[in-house]
């Protein structure tokens, strides 16, 4: 059997409509990704797709996560005033990642899957 490993972001379990709209919406659009799914839909989708789910998390489960979402804040304060267009994006990019981060929203999924061979 092949195995395979990912870490990806991710949105939280259960939130809301509101909530999404709140606190993922913000990172979608600055970040040009058309939506995130949580880990327990990314987890659904690969098993749909065959795989045998080995193990899955949000990283946090496992450690102190804060030290990632710093890398955003301090990435967000060397962007002075005034940003051209692109780097207002990647300003507004930095923080709502950091906001949602630091509240749980936005998080880090482990995941090790494996495809069965025939």
Request: include cysteine; charged fraction near 20%.
């Amino acid at each position: 059997m092949r195995g395979f490993v990912g870490a990806d972001w991710l949105c939280a379990d259960g939130l809301t409509t509101l909530e999404y709209q709140e606190w993922i919406e913000p990172v979608c659009v600055s970040s040009a990704l058309p939506d995130v799914l949580s880990l327990g839909q990314m987890v659904s989708g690969l098993a749909r797709a065959g795989f045998l789910i080995d193990d899955y998390c949000d990283l946090a489960a496992l450690g102190d996560m804060g030290p990632n979402w710093q890398i955003f804040e301090q990435a967000a304060r060397t962007l002075a005033e005034p940003r051209p267009a692109g780097r207002e994006l990647m300003y507004q990019h930095c923080l709502s990642t950091a906001r949602a981060g630091r509240a749980g929203k936005f998080v880090i999924g482990y995941w090790s899957a494996r495809k069965p061979t025939d």
